[in-house]
């Protein structure tokens, strides 16, 4: 069991709320640190039993400054765990077809263990068709239709990485997923779908709700298990949140801060993730976890026996 710290939550905390209401931080950086540590320890193996280090290709499409910072910190992190990158700069005018025929060519290169597209694309680009030129064994980001399905069948695959993530997180703290009801607010097919369906795989019941959902506040008031995919800042409240439940902001918006009101959900909630340091590093930590489980997949090795 992972130890959490306590966060005392009384500044913009609801009406009703205590001053010793407190909800203990679920740390994102511990947890992925431990397991990139071990992927590191993984890669290290492979790249002596084959003489190739793991290689993660980036495609950035365009010079969207966030992107780049991301891409730019992704292959970072990569040099840290043993990992190679391979990076492939595409200027914003960059076709559909050009794109596809881009990343296709690093599907069929066995120097690439995995392919990230970063996204958004620019808006002219049809970003499912690219997500789809990436071949299955190499989706280490969990983006294409095949690695949905095997997310929504229980299937070995590749998951999508925050979604991932928040499994992992979930894990570390020992919580009990078995009849909870979880709340998925949010419904990207790389992002709030899939968290719903891996929770579902672990017997939550799962709730899906959008810009659409009619009385948000009342259903996101039941959840035991709260994830907050909507992109939006501070969009839910702390007066929405059930006392106990468990708050997973996925959300990272301008300003730092998340989905979620953290000062006022943390007085209602037992544990939550805090924003920037809960779910963004575990996100890399599976993306980085999958490289290396695609190169030893491609090398024909078996990790547990390494």
Known sequence: ????????????????????????????????????????????????????????????????????????????????????????????????????????????????????????????????????AI??????????????????????????????????????YDVDLTGKHAVVVGRSAILGKPAGMLLLEQNATVTYCHSRTRDLSSIVRQADVLVAAVGKAEFIRGEDIKPGAVVLDAGYNEGNVGDVHFESAAARASLITPVPGGVGPMTIAVLLEQTVLAAAAQAGLDLAEL
């Open 1 to 132: 069991m992972t130890t959490a710290q306590t966060v005392s939550a009384t500044a913009g905390a609801p009406a009703g709320a205590t001053d010793t209401a407190t909800a203990r931080l679920m740390d994102g950086t511990a947890v992925a640190r431990r397991i990139s540590e071990q992927t590191a320890v993984h890669a290290a193996k492979i790249t002596e039993r084959t003489g190739t280090a793991p290689c993660l290709a980036t495609v950035l499409v365009g010079e969207d400054p966030a992107s780049v910072t991301y891409v730019r910190m992704k292959q970072n992190r990569c040099a840290k765990a043993g990992i190679t990158s391979r990076h492939v700069e595409l200027p914003a005018s960059t076709t559909t077809q050009e794109l596809v025929a881009a990343i296709t060519a690093l599907s069929e290169d066995p120097e690439i263990s995995g392919i990230l597209l970063q996204h958004p694309v620019p808006h002219h680009i049809d970003e499912r068709a690219a997500f789809e």
């Open 135 to 172: 071949a299955p064994g190499k989706d280490v980001d969990g983006v294409t239709m095949h690695s949905f399905a095997a997310m929504g069948f229980g299937l070995p695959g590749f998951v999508s990485c925050t979604p991932g993530g928040i499994m992992r997180l979930l894990a570390a």
